[in-house]
């Protein structure tokens, strides 16, 4: 069996698509797969599976050297088992830039600049969206809106709109308000611990010498995890010593709906990172940054060491 799933931090567009290509394998392909997450699945993409009525992926808590697997969504090793190269990899789906995975034989890859994997798995598909049984078309419609914050996101592109917009029409659904649905069901962040939020979106990159967490929370009340800024702030502190290897975390509040992200500045080198990076003065323990709602397009891309 191939086990296919995406990066440990799952979101709507990881977890979908590892259901999309596991789906499209089985029925299109006659080859045996079965989709997983690699970690706790946060409030939209619980909602988005419960919409559509397709059950929550197992966990899968290791994999064994040898194991025939599909990676989407990531390509980065430290976003996966640490043993992951020496997996079987068949196949890698994603819309990341390359980061540096080795694997122990030749491998397919498929990378495209779309805004979602479930775009790129779509276009792998070579399906037409009317042949979609309509779990399926919910599924993917819902990764695209999750990843461009209903188009919102300036990694938007034509192909993820026109798709978007097939769908919405198909299934016959008015696609701004089933976003803002899903958008609602993201921003119930209630029962998430200090450390949960960190972790609910979160990815680890090197910068410079040094490597860096970078945390995003997606909302559309941001004055709620505002709030918790001195929890969060030593929860962040907690997760640099447990962890080990992350000399320090950026945590991004994303305002969906005014477009912008909240920086918290708690110390001296995150301040200098951000000064440096978005050419911004900053004179408190938060920053707001305009425009800013995409980690792939508008963080990583930007980020320099003081």
Not at 179 to 191: L, P, T, Y
Request: charged share 25%; aromatic share 6%; hydrophobic share 40%.
């Amino acid at each position: 069996m191939i086990k296919v799933f995406g990066h440990i931090s799952p979101d709507t567009d990881c977890t979908g698509s590892a259901i999309l290509w596991a789906w499209y394998l089985n029925t299109h392909r006659s080859e045996k797969a079965e989709a997983f997450v690699l970690g706790t699945l946060n409030k939209e993409t619980q909602f988005v599976l419960k919409r559509w009525n397709i059950p929550e992926p197992s966990l899968l808590e290791k994999i064994e050297p040898g194991e025939s697997v599909v990676i989407v969504d990531t390509n980065n090793p430290q976003e996966l088992f640490p043993n992951i190269s020496e997996a079987n990899i068949l196949h890698i789906i994603d819309h990341h830039k390359l980061s540096g995975l080795v694997t122990k034989a030749p491998v397919e890859m498929t990378l495209k600049t779309f805004a979602s994997t479930a775009s790129v798995i779509f276009e792998v598909m070579n399906l037409k969206t009317e042949e979609l049984p309509v779990h399926v078309a919910g599924l993917l419609l819902s990764c695209i809106l999750s990843d461009t914050l209903a188009f919102r996101s300036p990694t938007t592109t034509p192909h993820d709109k026109d798709i978007a917009e097939k769908l919405g029409k198909i299934l016959d659904l008015d696609i701004n308000e089933y976003a803002n649905e899903m958008f609602a069901a993201k921003s119930d962040m209630s029962d998430f611990s200090d450390e949960g939020l960190i972790h609910i979106d979160s990815k680890k990159t090197e910068l410079g010498n040094k490597n860096i967490r970078i945390s995003v929370v997606e909302t559309t009340d941001p004055a709620s995890i505002l709030a918790r800024k001195d929890g969060i702030v030593n929860a962040i502190k907690n997760i640099i010593t447990e962890e080990g290897d992350v000399d320090d975390v950026l945590f991004f509040v994303v305002d969906i709906f005014k477009e912008e992200a909240t920086i918290f500045t708690y110390n001296d080198f995150i301040k200098g990172i951000i000064e440096k990076s978005f050419s911004v003065t900053v004179v408190s323990d938060t920053q707001v940054l305009p425009g800013i709602v995409s980690r792939k397009k508008q963080i990583l891309p930007a980020l320099q060491l003081p």
